[in-house]
Every structure is written in structure tokens, then in C-alpha cells.
């Protein structure tokens, strides 16, 4: 089995700066993407930041300039550096990756168990 484990969510005020962490562990053959996504109550889950083997990334616009997703392949974890945090940034965030755990067979999604993020004076 695969999971993903998150981790570096909390209160800050505005214009602060946090850092989410999510390692994955279990048996797999490897990690194709891997991504954040957002969800505040009431709202739909939106995507936040996406990065691929090759590093290359993503971003919504909403945090374009502020947040960085980077990616340890070493050590199987995806962080996301988030600095210049506004209210709107509230909300929980999910960790998800796309990962192959037989050859030769389709990757399947899997998602962390989210951590909270709060952004408040």
C-alpha cells in the first residue's frame, strides 16, 4: 500500500510564510506528478502548484510569485514554500501524487490526508 503523509500546516498572520511537506512511503515503481490542491469551506478543490520528474511546474494564478512546489526525489516528498500568505490562502491542503505501483500497469491517484492552513491576524 501507498501513502501520503503531510505535514507543516498552522496559523500565521498575513505576509507570513509557511512551508507544507508530504512523503510518500509504501511499495511503488514510481512517482509520475505530484501536486497541491486547496480546499476552504464551501469552496471547490482547486489546484495550486503542480511538478513533474523533470521539474518543471505549475502554478495557479491566484499564487503565481508567491508559493514554490519543489520536489526531493530522493527522499520521495513535495514541498510547497508558501510566502506572502494572504486570508484567501486559508483553507486545507491536499497533497496528491500519480503513482505506478506494478509495471506494466496504469498509475493510480492518491491523496494525502490534508493539512490545515490559516491565515488570520
Known amino acids: 500500500q501507498v501513502q501520503l503523509v503531510e505535514s507543516g500546516g498552522g496559523l500565521v498572520q498575513p505576509g507570513g510564510s509557511l512551508r507544507l511537506s508530504c512523503a510518500a512511503s509504501?511499495?511503488?515503481?514510481?512517482?509520475?506528478?505530484m501536486d497541491w490542491y486547496r480546499q476552504a469551506p464551501g469552496n471547490q478543490r482547486e489546484l495550486v502548484a503542480t511538478i513533474r520528474i523533470d521539474g518543471r511546474t505549475n502554478y495557479a494564478d491566484s499564487v503565481k510569485g508567491r508559493f514554490t512546489i519543489s520536489r526531493d526525489n530522493a527522499k520521495n516528498t513535495v514541498y510547497l514554500q508558501m510566502n506572502n500568505l494572504k486570508p484567501d490562502d486559508t483553507a486545507n491542503y491536499y497533497c496528491h501524487a500519480r503513482i505506478m505501483t506494478e509495471y506494466f500497469s496504469p498509475s493510480n491517484d492518491y491523496w494525502g490526508q490534508g493539512t490545515q492552513v490559516t491565515v488570520s491576524s
Open positions: 509504501g511499495s511503488f515503481v514510481s512517482i509520475n506528478a
